[in-house]
């Protein structure tokens, strides 16, 4: 069986390296006009890779053939090489928003072609992929091509759940992903317009700040059309991110008005509705104090508003999203923000801690200014203007850039602490939900 790869960004070229140490022959193409280099980068990746001299070569001689572009490709790529595919072949979107794949092979891919769905909810970047976790959409296949198709994933060493639809699929990586990838960029851009490192700063170093410090930088690790592409492609992720910013609003409204005892009141109710029945939190305090990159002694810590996350209940209850609903569909950073959150509510001294942090004058400049950078966000995202999303991920990565390999590296180990640790718990999965591949 030979695997066909569309796209060898980061994501593309993990898939491509996957498949050809497992055996098999990979052929991959991609728009890139330096093709002597990026031959050479293939070539050196393994011996059974090579670059293809077209996406059509890639569509007539493979048997699975992924289409690993940005969600804003996805037309044209589907157009230019869907209808060289050989019969009976699958194509298969690796798209984190899958409605926009769906549509364009229903329309550009011959009617004797499979089709289907795989997403990896995890960074490329991640060592070890076995333990992560992935999507699985079945548009249309034989019963020889799924089968043929599963066994091939297995390369991938992913743990597989299937959905029914690209609108379920859609629906619950905006639950589990939206505000969460939001809020973290707002936090950097939050520091970058305010001119300082958060590990340099007392008021965010250890416990939470840790790790909030570590997923910011992550997410700028990564690609500005991945983040942006999921906030503006996927239907449900502009209206849970909009509510998400009036809910960091309404709490800054309480906070300039010195209502402590409102804001106290508001948030405990929030945090008792959202967390019936409790969760099983895997990251505690010891853990969380491991990851950080800060030099600062824990003993001079200052007490953080945790505004950022204190408005998460509020807006998944506005919403009626439930992100506990289907954990195994969330990847790291949003399985992260659910642990986070819940310590924030479930530590009642570090509740207190927070609550009280509100009224300090120097902290509310902070929060202002995450506020502003939270809104910028959104009203970018209301927009739909992917070329503005960019410059602002941009411009905040270069400003993180000095830390950011190794920041990326250390989020790299926590996350395979996290897989580690999640091992040794058992998951329920709702049949409302997914189904387990295997």
Known sequence: MKIGIIGTGAMGKRHALEFAKSGFDVLCHDSREDKRQLGSELKALHEKIR????????????????????????????????????????????????????????LHIPDNVNIMSLHLLCSPSVRDLGGQRSILLDTKSTEKSRNDAISA?????????????????????????????????????????????PWENRHYIGGLDNIKVLMMQRILGGKAHVYGSLAMDNQFARKQILEYCMQTMSIMNMVRKGDIRRIRETLSKAGDAAFIPRKMRI?????????????????????????????????????????????????????????????????????????????????????????????????????HDLTAYTNVFDSTKTFFNGRLAEAVRRSDELVERFSTLERDLTTSIDSNTCSTVF
Request: include cysteine.
């Open 283 to 383: 990251l505690d305090n010891s853990v969380m104090q491991e990851f950080s990159l800060s030099c600062i002694p824990k003993e001079e810590r200052l007490g953080n508003s945790n505004i950022s996350l204190f408005s998460h209940p509020l807006a998944w209850l506005n919403t009626g999203v439930n992100p506990f609903f289907s954990p195994e569909l969330a990847p790291p950073p949003a399985r992260f923000m659910c642990d986070m959150v819940q310590a924030l509510f479930q530590d009642k001294e570090l509740f207190e801690e927070s609550i009280n942090a509100m009224a300090d004058r120097k902290l509310i400049a902070h929060d202002e200014i995450f506020l502003d950078s939270l809104k910028t966000l959104t009203g970018i995202i209301a927009r």
């Open 153 to 197: 994933f297995t390369a991938l060493k992913v743990k597989i759940f299937e959905v029914q639809s690209p609108e379920q699929h859609d629906q619950v990586t905006a639950n589990t992903q939206a505000t969460v990838q939001t809020s973290f960029l707002a936090m950097a851009l939050a520091c970058t317009t305010a001119g300082f490192f």
């Open 51 to 106: 670059l293809a001299e077209s996406g059509r070569q890639v569509s007539a001689e493979s048997d699975i053939i992924f289409y690993l572009v940005p969600v804003q490709n996805i037309w044209e790529a589907a157009h230019d090489f869907g209808k060289h595919t050989r019969a009976q072949a699958t194509v298969c979107s690796g798209l984190s928003v899958m409605t926009p794949g769906v549509e364009a092979f229903n």
